[in-house]
């Protein structure tokens, strides 16, 4: 039965208020096909957006250091299966000196991402990590190295790391080993997230929307997992295959799907950062804007040398995949003051993250 505008805008009315609904209801509101009650939806979320963080956007530099990687995980470009990947990793000096140069350009965030490398343990970490330390004592250390052990999350902690960020994929245990080989575990994934958080990191998880296999239901075991772990930082972008994995010729996550998550987990979850990902601008030239524009709040632009940024392909067609850093973040900030917002450069610890 085909309900009326008023209903699906009394469930955006009743998530904004009580941060809840029932799963039937969240499936609704995210299938639903009523234009005005998305736009409503939209409108919600940006304002409790504006309303916690006005039309500030935060800028994270992303340093993208290695592509290789031990997982093989069967969505993503730089698996270890894909012989094709061309590989690289950028030295300390290397790192150091992006870090540098983003902090000439305003950046007091660094987000040191990479393939879960085993050439970069937990010595060479704690090194990196502490130079940085040293050089910017007063920056945001972010590590996205995917799974290690509580051990060595404390020794990066330890060093002056003080965010992580670790996507759960998917929080259905079945939908997750579809995605990954059988070497991989849900349960050691729900373990890092659990262990960085008792050592006192301002985590970040996130989903990819429209992974192949997965089903309305997932979302709203999601949005479960999201309301039960209440992490910093949720990171959400479509899926968009790549051309040397199993899931090629999968369709990619739709903008539109996207954006409707944005936007709930806003009303959801009110304080919490949302990035404007990078997926989201690959699949739509102003998906990152749109995404600003349903309650987003943070954009990442790309500090990686240019000569290895199109190395780093999780998927086809990767944007900022040739700018310099200095262009990627003039274009970001040009974007972003487009939709009315503005790019501040801060760590964000005025802002009381729960
Ligand atoms: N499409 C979209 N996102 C992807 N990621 C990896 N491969 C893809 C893909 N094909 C995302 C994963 C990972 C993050 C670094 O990039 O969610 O956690
Ligand atoms: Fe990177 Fe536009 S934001 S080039």
């Known amino acids: 039965m085909i309900k009326e505008t008023e209903y699906y805008k009394d469930l955006v009315d009743?998530?904004?208020?009580?941060?809840?609904?029932?799963?039937?209801?969240?499936?609704?509101?995210?299938?639903c096909d009523d234009k005005e009650a998305v736009e409503y939806l939209t409108e919600r979320a940006r304002a409790v957006r504006e309303k916690i963080y006005g039309k500030e956007v935060y800028l994270r530099g992303l340093i993208e250091f290695t592509n290789y990687c031990k997982n093989n995980c069967k969505y993503c470009g730089i698996r270890c299966g894909n012989k094709n990947a061309d590989r690289y990793r950028l030295s300390k000096d290397d790192?150091?000196?992006?870090?540098?140069?983003?902090?000439?350009?305003?950046?007091?965030?660094?987000?040191?991402?990479?393939?879960?490398?085993?050439?970069?343990?937990?010595?060479?970490?704690v090194e990196i990590v502490s130079d940085i330390r040293k050089a910017h004592p007063d920056c945001a250390?972010?590590?996205?190295?995917?799974?290690?052990?509580?051990?060595?999350?404390?020794?990066?902690f330890d060093a002056g790391a003080n965010r992580y960020l670790l996507r759960h994929e998917t929080a259905n245990k079945a939908h997750y080993e579809y995605l990954h080989p059988k070497e991989m575990s849900f349960d050691h994934r729900m373990q890092c997230l659990k262990d960085?958080?008792?050592?006192?990191?301002?985590?970040?998880?996130?989903?990819?929307?429209?992974?192949?296999?997965?089903?309305?239901?997932?979302?709203?075991?999601?949005?479960?997992?999201?309301?039960?772990?209440?992490?910093?930082?949720?990171?959400?972008?479509?899926?968009?295959?790549?051309?040397?994995?199993?899931?090629?010729?999968?369709?990619?996550?739709?903008?539109d799907m996207t954006l409707?998550?944005?936007?709930?987990?806003?009303?959801?979850?009110?304080?919490?950062?949302?990035?404007?990902?990078?997926a989201l601008?690959?699949?739509?030239?102003?998906?990152?804007?749109k995404g600003i524009l349903a309650g987003a709040n943070v954009v990442m632009p790309n500090l990686s040398p240019g000569n290895v940024r199109e190395k780093y392909l999780l998927y086809d067609n990767k944007i900022c995949t040739g700018d310099e850093a200095a262009e990627c973040i003039r274009c970001m900030s040009a974007r972003v003051s487009k939709v009315g917002y503005a790019v501040i450069i801060s760590r964000g610890d005025h802002i009381s993250y729960r």
Not at 14 to 31: C, M, Y
Not at 219 to 241: A, C, H, T, W, Y
Not at 263 to 276: C, F, M, Q
């Open 14 to 31: 009743r998530l904004e208020k009580t941060k809840d609904l029932s799963n039937e209801e969240f499936t609704e509101l995210l299938f």
């Open 196 to 255: 960085l958080k008792e050592i006192g990191y301002q985590v970040g998880c996130g989903m990819m929307i429209g992974s192949p296999g997965q089903k309305p239901e997932h979302f709203v075991e999601d949005l479960r997992f999201l309301q039960s772990f209440k992490p910093e930082m949720v990171g959400i972008g479509p899926f968009i295959p790549h051309h040397d994995t199993e899931f090629a010729n999968c369709s990619a996550g739709t903008v």
């Open 260 to 278: 409707r998550l944005l936007s709930v987990i806003r009303l959801l979850l009110p304080d919490v950062l949302l990035p404007a990902t990078t």
């Open 95 to 125: 790192i150091l000196s992006c870090c540098d140069m983003g902090y000439e350009l305003g950046f007091r965030t660094f987000v040191l991402q990479g393939g879960e490398d085993p050439y970069f343990n937990d010595d060479r970490m």
């Open 141 to 156: 250390i972010t590590l996205s190295i995917g799974e290690r052990e509580k051990e060595s999350y404390q020794k990066l």
């Open 281 to 289: 601008g690959t699949i739509d030239p102003i998906g990152r804007e």
